[in-house]
């Protein structure tokens, strides 16, 4: 099992070189597969795209290490909007998906919490 789970972290160091595996991969992975589905993004897209994530990924970072942040519902939607906003303003995802992939961007942070504010 230990070998399994080291391939599958060299193989995320060999598709997104510089990024953290364990912090910034799981969330360009999600937005990527999205924003993918049904096409093939071109080099120049994808490196935008995965500059956009990982902004996102910091702002998410900045707002879980807040105290008590998974218990305040109100945080919670401020920061699902945010990512709404981010996800609207620059096209990565299919119109009308935001909302929905931007919860989905929450919840993964919430099962990366430790990750994320270590």
Same mark, same amino acid.
């Given at each position: 099992m230990r070998?399994? %789970?080291?391939?599958?972290?060299q193989g995320?160091?060999?598709e997104?070189?510089? &990024?953290?595996?364990? !912090?910034?991969v799981?969330f360009?992975?999600?937005v +990527?597969?999205?924003? /993918? =589905?049904?096409? =093939? ?5 994808? !490196?935008?795209? %995965? /500059?956009?994530i ?5 702002? %998410?970072?900045?707002? %879980?290490?807040? #105290?008590?942040f998974?218990r305040?519902m109100?945080?919670?939607?401020? +920061? !699902? =909007?945010? &990512?709404?906003?981010?996800?609207d ?5 299919? @119109? /009308? *998906?935001?909302r929905? &992939?931007?919860? *989905?961007? #929450? @919840?993964? @942070?919430k099962?990366?919490h430790?990750? +994320? !504010?270590?």
């Open positions: 070998r399994f %789970i080291q391939e599958l972290r995320d160091r060999n997104f070189p510089g &990024l953290d595996p364990r !912090t910034q799981p360009v992975r999600l +990527l597969e999205e924003f /993918g =589905k049904g096409q =093939k993004l071109a080099d120049q897209e994808r !490196t935008r795209a %995965i /500059g956009v990982l902004d996102m990924v910091e702002r %998410i970072r900045q707002e %879980i290490r807040i #105290v008590g998974w305040n109100y945080a919670r939607e401020v +920061l !699902t =909007k945010a &990512l709404v906003r981010d996800l303003g620059c096209r990565l995802c299919p @119109a /009308g *998906r935001e929905d &992939l931007a919860q *989905r961007l #929450v @919840a993964l @942070a099962e990366n430790v990750s +994320l !504010t270590a």
